[in-house]
């Protein structure tokens, strides 16, 4: 009984720390990628719609800050882990795409 008593305390290792939110992880790139391919949808489907550069641009940034946005709401309220961090990757991910359509789009 205290050899299970000693084995136990001694092979435990208490409670694990919450899972760190690093700059550059898997979750980090999913958000860049997710939120260029919606900037770029959406820019797309504005463009054929008739839209101008402009308006598209605008649209797509809106839906591109709105899925971000949502994704954290969504974490937060459903046990997810909401993160400051994986908003920026929206952003760059959405600023990239941007880019790339205003090279497309001449």
């Known amino acids: 009984m205290r050899f299970a008593l000693v084995f136990s305390l001694w092979t435990h290792q208490g409670p694990s720390a919450p ?8 979750d980090k790139l999913l958000h860049f990628t997710a939120s260029a391919l919606v900037q770029g949808a959406a820019h797309s489907a504005l463009r054929a719609n008739g839209r101008t550069y402009g308006e598209a641009s605008r ?11 949502g994704k954290e709401v969504w974490d937060r309220f459903r046990g997810g882990d909401p993160s400051a961090k994986d908003l920026a990757w929206d952003a760059v991910g959405g600023l990239s795409a941007g880019v790339v359509v205003r090279q497309v789009d001449r």
């Open 19 to 26: 899972p760190r939110d690093a700059w550059f992880a898997r």
């Open 59 to 69: 649209g797509a940034a809106l839906a591109t800050v709105t899925v971000g946005i």
